[in-house]
């Protein structure tokens, strides 16, 4: 069964250009997260989606950030006008239902985008 | 607000010491507890975790946490240090139990010396 997959690996954008981080959780998982890890710090919740829903946003940034899981295909996170402060690493993570294989609540992380704003 | 405290952003052992990364969380239900790895340049790995059953949990490479709740503790051992696990280690709390957000540590640098 593969893992989480992200791509791209490594992104390179300049300041105001569009950047779009795709994300496909392990097969059967219908939750996705996405996390963000700056220098130094920790990894911070922006977003917990399950197929075509919003779930929980509140670590999302007001503006200029936007999240999305279709029915069919992968999870896109999208920053548009990225700034110089976007720079990071960006997680995403997937679990299955509660309940499948008690397994539910345990979340598997891909391998992370990491966004260089120029 | 729940929240998860690191003790030591550096921790250094030498090969065969005991290895001790504390954690110390916040939370006004029952938590979920988790340690996490990440090597360089990948993403986090699930160490092991705790959801309500037996205090003391046993993960991968060795690795054990004991929850203990009148400390409000999920510190991470391992007995004997091995160069491979040098990493960065990150305990996250999940509040009230199964699907929602992670709220991740700052995370502690585990450096092995031989």
């Known amino acids: 069964n593969a893992g989480v997959m992200q791509n791209p690996r490594h992104l390179v954008r300049r300041r105001g250009q569009e950047a779009r981080l795709r994300c496909s959780p392990m097969?059967?998982?219908?939750?996705v997260y996405w996390y963000r890890q700056l220098p130094e710090e920790g990894l911070k919740f922006m977003v917990y989606?399950?197929?075509?829903?919003?779930?929980?946003e509140s670590g999302m940034p007001k503006e200029r950030f936007s999240a999305e899981f279709p029915k069919e295909g992968p999870s896109i996170l999208r920053i548009q006008q990225v700034v110089r402060g976007d720079s990071a690493a960006y997680f995403c993570?997937?679990?299955?239902?509660?309940?499948?294989?008690?397994?539910?609540?345990?979340?598997?992380f891909g391998p992370g985008t990491r966004l260089t704003v120029l | 607000a729940q929240s998860v405290t690191q003790l030591g952003s550096h921790v250094s052992v030498s090969e065969g010491a005991l290895v001790l990364l504390r954690c110390n969380y916040s939370?006004?239900?029952?938590?979920?507890l988790f340690w996490y790895v990440q090597y360089p340049n990948q993403g986090l790995q699930l160490l092991l975790k705790?959801?309500?059953?037996?205090?003391l949990v046993k993960g991968i490479n060795g690795f054990e946490a004991e929850f203990k709740k009148s400390e409000t503790s999920f510190h991470l051992t391992k007995p004997s240090a091995h160069m491979s696990d040098a990493a960065e280690y990150f305990c996250?709390?999940?509040?009230?139990?199964?699907?929602?957000?992670?709220?991740f540590g700052k995370g502690t640098k585990l450096s092995v010396k031989p």
């Open positions: 993570a997937s679990s299955p239902t509660f309940g499948t294989s008690g397994e539910g609540d345990t979340q598997y």
């Open positions: 097969k059967g998982h219908s939750h």
């Open positions: 989606l399950q197929k075509e829903n919003i779930i929980d």
């Open positions: 939370s006004s239900v029952p938590p979920y």
């Open positions: 705790y959801t309500s059953a037996a205090t």
């Open positions: 996250a709390v999940k509040p009230g139990g199964s699907q929602g957000n992670l709220i």
